[in-house]
């Protein structure tokens, strides 16, 4: 009898030890899944922010120096644009940080002292953004032009430096700095080698470039848009032609900056290097590898191209240099490998896209400037504007998921860090349910400022009326 009650009770304890661990990687998934899912929407948002400011201030100088009121209700429209992706970057930013505490309150406890100075510049920074916001919605005609000219500057500069900021805290995650590991504990301290920490500069660079990239194609894309339905020509032509400047501006220098952090990735992080690339076996002399489909248990690539060299001079500027694979790692270091190697070569396919479309926007600039008007030209802006974003997305599934498994590489793995509270997965429920109301509320505001231009906004059309709107 005492026998049959010891194994009933061995029985209990193993299928409750399964539950509970069947729990947490429910709550673990959940949590992942919701920060996930709030990165992918702020980011959008956060790099609009970025960018957006600057079209705005360069409309505005060519309104100034030219006189043209086209420009001018240019400038205005573009800058009610950038006030509702202002309040609505404000929501998801704050959500972000509410993500930070509730759902990863470990990784806050210990990190939160050593990586809080660029949150803290970063809450400066987007005050300053907001107040610069409220002078130049406001300001015409009551403040001196070019005051009124540099506060929409102002915008811009806060804005980047707000992205900056937020990038150099996630690259703390990727190249921990300032402290001391011992024996469990975070010492001595240095909140600026922290935030100057060697993968800042790559990623910031980087994330910038790809901000404007993306952000100036999309905008392109709907000006585009407009003028091949023949709606107010004018003032289109002029919204894409800055729109489209920016966008190339960050399509060509997108190449370097790219180089730039993959050289960084090779020499901090090589696993996430060998995952981005399917790398399993450690060779000089590597192969750069285009598609294919990795298989983690065979350490395979099948069909897949592969250009010789390559990857060896992308990592360390030298064709025979030499690469470590992924089995030179311990198996359970290794990152979702599909996951990263797929998202990689999204972002670098879309990014190559991007970047002959800016070839070709050069070509037509200089020597062809009747395919500025043509209707392909035109439609393949259209056709390019989720591009930049797309490959935006995929190039943060790659700096983040790469860094699995851990959350700050190398000292802390994300599983650790995650909430014990129960039923999180209701919080994601309803963080993506604010997420999608906020999206659906930007892209009715935004339909609503179009449709609003022969109104409000060119002068040049017979409907111009802005009587009312009080800029």
């Not at 790469?402 to 000292?411: D, E, M």
């Not at 997965?425 to 892209?443: A, D, G, M, R």
């Amino acid at each position: 009898m005492t026998i049959v009650l010891a194994n009933h009770n061995r029985n209990f304890e193993i299928k409750t030890n399964f539950t509970i661990k069947i729990n947490l990687m429910d709550d673990f998934m959940a949590a992942r899944s919701q920060m996930a899912m709030s990165l992918g929407f702020h980011i959008i948002f956060a790099c609009v922010g970025m960018v957006m400011p600057f079209l705005m201030a360069f409309s505005h100088y060519k309104y100034l120096t030219t006189q043209d009121e086209v420009y001018k209700g240019l400038t205005i429209a573009w800058s009610k644009g950038v006030a509702i992706l202002f309040a609505t970057g404000a929501v998801s930013g704050t959500m972000l940080s509410f993500d930070l505490g509730l759902l990863w309150p470990k990784f806050m406890e210990h990190a939160g002292p050593i990586f809080g100075m660029p949150f803290s510049l970063e809450g400066t920074a987007f005050f300053i953004e907001a107040i610069a916001i409220g002078f130049f919605l406001y300001g015409w005609e009551k403040f001196n032009k070019w005051f009124h000219w540099f506060c929409g500057v102002v915008v811009g500069v806060s804005g980047l430096a707000s992205g900056i900021l937020v990038v150099a805290a996630n690259a703390w995650m990727n190249s921990p700095a300032g402290f001391d590991y011992i024996n469990g504990e975070y010492l001595n301290i240095d909140p600026i080698k922290a935030m100057f920490n060697e993968a800042w500069f790559p990623q910031a660079f980087h994330m910038t470039v790809a901000a404007f990239a993306a952000t100036g194609f999309a905008v392109a894309g709907i000006h585009a848009l407009m003028i091949l339905k023949k709606k107010n020509i004018t003032f289109h032509t002029k919204a894409f032609r800055i729109a489209a400047g920016f966008a190339i501006i960050g399509a060509l220098l997108a190449p370097i900056s790219g180089d730039v952090a993959a050289k960084s990735v090779s020499k901090r992080q090589p696993i996430k290097l060998a995952a981005m690339e399917a790398h399993f076996e450690t060779e000089k002399g590597a192969s750069f590898v285009i598609g294919g489909i990795p298989d983690e248990e065979t350490a395979e690539v099948k069909y897949a191209i592969k250009i010789p060299k390559v990857l060896s001079f992308l990592a360390d500027g030298d064709f025979n240099s030499e690469v470590k694979g992924l089995k030179d790692f311990p198996r359970d270091e290794w990152p979702p490998v599909a996951v990263v190697h797929y998202a990689f070569q999204i972002m670098i396919f879309f990014g190559m896209v991007m970047l002959g479309i800016g070839v070709l926007y050069l070509i037509a600039s200089f020597w062809k400037k009747e395919w500025l008007t043509k209707s392909w030209f035109l439609k393949m802006f259209v056709v390019a504007i989720p591009f930049g974003y797309i490959a935006l997305e995929a190039g943060w599934t790659v700096t983040e998921v790469g860094r699995q498994p851990w959350i700050i590489y190398g000292i802390m793995r994300t599983v650790d860090a995650v909430t014990p509270m129960p039923g999180i997965q209701y919080s994601f429920y309803f963080f993506t349910l604010v997420f999608l109301s906020l999206s659906l509320i930007i892209v009715f505001l935004l339909l609503r400022q179009i449709k609003m231009v022969p109104k409000l906004y060119d002068p040049t059309d017979p409907n111009y009326n802005p009587k009312g709107d009080k800029h």
